[in-house]
């Protein structure tokens, strides 16, 4: 009865998650805006990504709070003042990429992402481009674009000391692994 | 017969959480599909982080707050206590006390780390010099696990003029420690016992208490994203002052921060800048029209390079 009830959950997950789902615990977003008086760039190491190559679905999520500043005053106000990490913890993008993308096959193709990118609790639909890389059966993903602040309702105020730009430039990549059939979970 | 029983409760758990979920998703306006509940489980948990920004400024007007220098940053101050408001030295004689200077403390805190400080400064009254060091002790957490903030601070005050028995005599030590907590992202309390003891009584005053336990509160409310209201409030537990009827250092303010400095301009009974010192001789009041202008200027200098961080990423 035991092994059934094994046998029964391990079906399960492999049909929720399968054999073409690829997924990145370390996604590498970097964000940089020029500024006057010194530019403005911050690291995340830590956001997660699932790409299903079945169905093109694509999805990221990032920990706003991840994000690590040079210094102190600016990763502090960058939560406090322009993001709002407390109300609006993540930023996300779920979409689809258009066509089909052998990924038996080594190489780097150009990709096209469309779907809902969630920044500050606002939603714009975008469609990014970026890189796909296969090489050895590894699977990455880079991708560069820029983000309007106005776009996701982040107010710049005019009496700060650390201007940032209208726009922030925004990189991104993750290397992905492929989710075993026998290891379905994490 | 009892296994059976527990996998068709196990397997109608299993579909009830799904519909559940579908339920919510459903609300959402959004369809959930396997990659959006794949990469729910794979994102890390936030809720065990520290909750930032409680207090903006390592100092509200009187009080200090559980906000240290963060590592190898260093914050100057300039604080300053005008003159008297609503008595006859104030008014238009001196542009309501403007003209006259209370208290100036000059001081810098330097962060060794980010919960550890070193600071120093000088104040005018009583030519007070200060070394202080200041310990973040505990954070409050998101998830609430730790739902206050302490911070530990002692300081060391000497009066190198004046004349006094023995060196000895010129000292003085102030204790306290610093609980605080950020309600919401607009309202962070705090509450502090001290202890304060002076070698040599301030005032030296026959029969004056030289050690003494205070409280201090204090409220910060942020009514847009770079102003506050600050409230500031000592009380020292000490017979001989209660008994002659020192009034209670009370200072209300706005705090206005532009990201590297800030300014708070308030309005205060409190002569000194010192808590040594106010907290010892406060004796203005303001229903005889004892209170006063003053403001804080706090700069943070960010000794951390940008090429230097890029190399380390």
Known sequence: MKHILLILLAWLTVHQAGQETYV????????????????????????????????????????????????????????????????????????KIQGHVDLTKDGTYPVTATGDFQVHGVTQIRTITGNLKVSGGVVTMTSEFMVKCADHHIDIPQIVFHHIAESIRIRVSATYTQLKNNNPSK | ?????????????????????????????????????????????????????????????????????KRNNLNFLVIHRFGDIGTPTGGGHTLIGLDAVSDVYIGFEYGLSDNLNVDFGRNTIGGLIEFGLKYAVLHQKMDDSSPIAITLFGEYGVRPYGSFTSYAARNSYLGQAIISR?????????????????????????????????????VRYKFTKHMSLVVDYEHPFSSYRMDHKFPDPLGVGIEVETGGH???????????????????????????????????????????????????N
């Open chain 1, 24 to 95: 990145c615990k370390n996604v590498k977003v970097n964000l940089f805006s020029s500024a006057p008086i010194e530019d403005i760039e911050a690291n995340s190491t830590n956001g997660v990504s699932v790409y299903n190559a079945g169905t093109g679905e694509l999805e990221f999520s990032i920990s706003i709070r991840s994000f690590h500043f040079p210094k102190a005053l600016m990763e502090e106000h960058f939560n406090e003042n322009y993001i709002e990490s407390d109300k609006f913890p993540k930023a996300t993008f779920k979409g």
């Open chain 2, 1 to 69: 017969m009892k296994r059976i029983i527990i996998a068709i409760t196990l397997l109608t758990l299993v579909t009830g959480l799904k519909a559940q979920q579908t339920d919510t998703t459903k609300k959402a306006g959004r369809k959930m599909s396997s990659t959006d509940s794949l990469l729910n489980a794979m994102s890390p948990e936030d809720k065990h982080q520290d909750v930032i920004g409680a207090f903006k400024a390592t100092r509200l007007i009187l009080s200090q707050t559980t906000t240290t220098v």
């Open chain 2, 182 to 218: 950020k309600f919401t992202s607009a309202l962070s309390l705090q509450v502090s016992p001290i202890y304060v003891y002076s070698n040599t009584a301030i005032p030296d005053l026959f029969g004056n208490d030289k050690g003494f336990f205070a409280l201090s509160g204090a």
């Open chain 2, 262 to 312: 800030v300014f708070t301009l308030n309005i205060t009974n409190s002569r000194a800048v010192s808590e040594i010192n106010s907290l010892s001789n406060t004796q203005s009041d303001y229903a005889r029209g004892q209170f006063r202008l003053g403001f804080t200027i706090s700069r943070m200098f960010d000794f951390n390079h940008h090429e230097q961080w890029k190399t380390s």
